[in-house]
């Protein structure tokens, strides 16, 4: 494909990407958090941003976790940064000397975490407008007009997907070097089923941190399990999550942490009958 020809595409995502993405989303508002800082939400989102208006907080036991295992002068990544609560939250908590990388891919998202860095004055999160993928391209990506949270790259993990908008997607190894991003104290992932790609491209740097990182993620079953394999799980997935010897199982439904023995603990029809399973590993001893 010649350089003319990807121009007048390019031009037309960003034309796309200008007008469909705020018809869905509308009107946003700023509100104050119990965590010292306010942000854009979305007056129309049914969930993310609909709790953290009625609550002033995301997702507790997860927020909890990261108070008491985030620390000051620390490396947070936030993968599938949404409208950015993550990304602020640790930046509250590491101070000047700490880093906040936050990737998130689509256009209304992204210019939302934009505004709340300035409007909290957040100099230590840098926002990356792309998606970590396994190579660098633009793809759709597809998106939920009731759960502003729910939004893949596979239109099949997506309810209300009459609308996509499109994004640039990035090799996640590559890109890291690029930005010179080594150290990492806390990964979070959230890519609504897009998470074996993810780890798959960042396995180097997460080997390379793996005494001291805590990775806190959310995992579709689809991809964790594999009938076709001896283990009974995805076989890249396995290795890497193996690799950790504290997991914590996120239990939405008991609304506790609790430490299970081994990703194996999964391997049952419980589990396996589950969307997605939530969990927090680590090769060093977690608070929580």
């Known amino acids: 494909?010649?350089?003319?020809?990807?121009?007048?595409?390019?031009?037309?995502?960003?034309?796309?990407?200008?007008?469909?993405?705020?018809?869905?989303?509308?009107?946003?508002?700023?509100?104050?958090?119990?965590?010292?800082?306010?942000?854009?939400?979305?007056?129309?989102d049914r969930?993310?941003?609909?709790?953290?208006?009625?609550?002033?907080?995301?997702e507790p036991l997860e927020t909890n976790f990261l108070l008491s295992n985030l620390n000051k002068n620390d490396c947070f990544i936030d993968i599938g940064a949404n409208i950015g609560y993550y990304s602020f939250l640790a930046?509250?908590?590491?101070?000047?000397?700490?880093?906040?990388?936050?990737?998130?891919?689509?256009?209304?998202?992204?210019?939302?975490?934009?505004?709340?860095?300035?409007l909290n004055k957040f100099y230590n999160i840098k926002p990356f407008n792309v998606a970590i993928c396994s190579d660098d391209s633009f793809r759709k990506i597809y998106l939920n007009y009731k759960n502003f949270g729910n939004l893949s790259l596979m239109k099949k993990n997506v309810r209300f997907n009459l609308l996509h908008e499109y994004i640039q997607c990035v090799n996640g190894d590559n890109f890291f070097k690029i930005q010179n991003i080594g150290k990492i104290d806390f990964l979070k992932i959230d890519v609504e089923g897009f998470e074996n790609i993810v780890l798959k491209n960042l396995q180097n740097i997460i080997a390379d941190n793996s005494k001291h990182i805590i990775i806190m993620l959310e995992i579709w079953n689809k991809n964790l399990f594999d009938k076709g394999?001896?283990?009974?799980?995805?076989?890249?997935?396995?290795?890497?999550?193996?690799?950790?010897?504290?997991?914590?199982?996120?239990?939405?439904?008991?609304?506790?942490?609790?430490?299970?023995?081994?990703?194996?603990?999964?391997?049952?029809?419980?589990?396996?009958?589950?969307?997605?399973?939530?969990?927090?590993?680590?090769?060093?001893?977690?608070?929580?």
């Open 229 to 288: 394999e001896a283990t009974g799980f995805n076989k890249n997935i396995y290795s890497i999550l193996s690799s950790f010897v504290n997991i914590l199982y996120i239990d939405k439904r008991k609304n506790k942490l609790t430490y299970i023995d081994g990703i194996n603990f999964f391997n049952t029809d419980e589990y396996k009958n589950e969307d997605m399973i939530n969990i927090i590993l680590s090769n060093k001893e977690l608070q929580y």
């Open 91 to 118: 930046s509250t908590i590491i101070g000047n000397e700490g880093f906040v990388y936050s990737f998130e891919p689509t256009s209304s998202h992204f210019n939302l975490i934009k505004e709340t860095i300035k």
């Open 1 to 44: 494909m010649n350089n003319k020809i990807i121009k007048i595409k390019m031009n037309i995502y960003k034309l796309w990407n200008r007008v469909i993405p705020p018809l869905l989303h509308g009107d946003t508002k700023i509100i104050k958090t119990k965590h010292n800082f306010s942000m854009y939400i979305y007056k129309r």
């Open 47 to 58: 969930v993310i941003s609909k709790e953290i208006n009625d609550t002033g907080i995301w």
